[in-house]
């Protein structure tokens, strides 16, 4: 299908399934101010972009410009902070950071998606395991990210012990070092010899695969089972004085993601710069993404997780687990506020479900994202598994 045909499919596709939905949707009201979208180039901000590209927030009656690009969580962040934008993907952990460190009454309103990323590695090397990352220097995109989270519980399972050092230090032989770069960096600092491995979002692993020979050591939904990496934030003082605006737009995230879940090879496409130019990366690298993983390449093929997934009610359980991680996640800078935060009060705190259990019911519910238990949907048990 040539890119005219697809394009013009995929606006098809939204108009077709807008029928569904829109009679559900609130009349239209007075948007106070336009809505503002912020993302990094990776696609964890896939149900953002396919939001904006569909035109569901259109079809919501928001005003909503064009999302901005940014290379690296700090910008992101910073512009957050200095209100360019209102509403934004951020890595869970980064939330949490910034509602009880920094005072900033911040809200998670959804997740994102799950799964996503992975620990990548040269095609060469001899990295196999999280054993074999001893001595070795690993990227994270952030210190305050679910990457930075998950490779070191992988580390400690390992004995190894992370650890934060220039890089021109000498290394024990038990000792991981890890430092933060930015996300679209890392597939040409594995490929030039300054890291030994990375952990990331996609498309950035798919890159290094299709571009450089690179191999995936690990997928991370095959070490936490399908777990949350991104979460939907807006501040609180936004929210009370925009809920009708908020609640439009999660409806048009959540219908988003009820759309890539049906259609991964056309989001691929969407989000690609052979699409709608989202991402600087081509439907190539992306479909890599949007595939289900092989089984060979999983550790746990039993669980059949995807290698991105979209689900998005933010359970509880998997808040309290990366609250309780934090505290034993090596960072830059001061981390006494966790020592006494309490995850469960935290967990009340920080997110807010409301909005999100409103726009699943006008999709059909829970059931239409995950395979949820009958008597307790909007529960779970957290599976993590290194081996």
């Known amino acids: 299908m040539n890119t005219w045909s697809r394009r013009k499919f995929l606006k098809t596709a939204a108009a077709a399934c807008s029928g569904l939905i829109l009679p559900g949707v609130a009349p239209s009201f007075a948007q106070q101010t336009p809505l503002r979208l912020g993302y990094l180039p990776i696609t964890d901000a896939t149900p953002l972009l396919v939001a904006h590209g569909l035109g569901y927030f259109a079809q919501e009656g928001l005003q909503v410009e064009r999302p901005i690009m940014v290379r690296s969580w700090k910008i992101l962040v910073e512009s957050f902070l200095a209100g360019k934008f209102n509403l934004t993907h951020m890595l869970f952990p980064i939330p949490v950071w910034m509602r009880f460190k920094q005072k900033i009454p911040v809200k998670v309103l959804a997740w994102d998606h799950t799964n996503g990323s992975a620990v990548t590695v040269r095609g060469d090397s001899g990295i196999y395991n999280f054993s074999d990352l001893g001595g070795k220097q690993v990227a994270v995109p952030s210190w305050y990210s679910m990457h930075n989270l998950i490779l070191q519980l992988g580390i400690r399972t ?120 989202y991402l600087p990366v081509p439907e190539t690298v992306l479909a890599r993404v949007f595939e289900p993983p092989l089984k060979t390449e999983l550790v746990h093929p039993q669980w059949n997780v995807a290698r991105i997934g979209f689900q998005p009610f933010p359970f509880p359980s998997a808040t309290r687990f990366i609250v309780e991680q934090m505290k034993q996640t090596r960072v830059e800078g001061d981390t006494n506020f966790l020592a006494s935060l309490d995850a469960g009060k935290a967990t009340g705190e920080l997110v807010d479900e409301s909005f999100v259990r409103k726009a699943m019911d006008n999709m059909g519910g829970i059931h239409k994202f995950c395979d949820c238990s009958i008597e307790t949907p909007f529960s779970r048990e957290e599976i993590v598994e290194i081996n």
């Open 158 to 277: 390992q004995g190894l012990v992370p650890v934060i050092k220039p890089q021109s230090a000498k290394l024990a032989p038990n000792e991981v070092n890890l430092f933060v770069l930015s996300p679209p960096d890392m597939p040409t600092a594995l490929l030039g010899r300054r890291i030994d491995a990375f952990i990331v979002a996609d498309p950035f692993n798919a890159l290094a695969q299709e571009k450089f020979n690179a191999r995936i050591m690990r997928f991370s939904g095959d070490i936490w089972k399908n777990h949350p990496c991104c979460v939907i934030v807006a501040n609180e003082p936004v929210i009370n004085q925009n809920p009708v605006m908020m609640q439009k737009a999660i409806n048009a995230i959540v219908r988003a993601q009820a759309w890539c879940q049906s259609n991964p090879k056309e989001t691929a496409h969407l989000l690609s710069r052979d699409g709608e130019g």
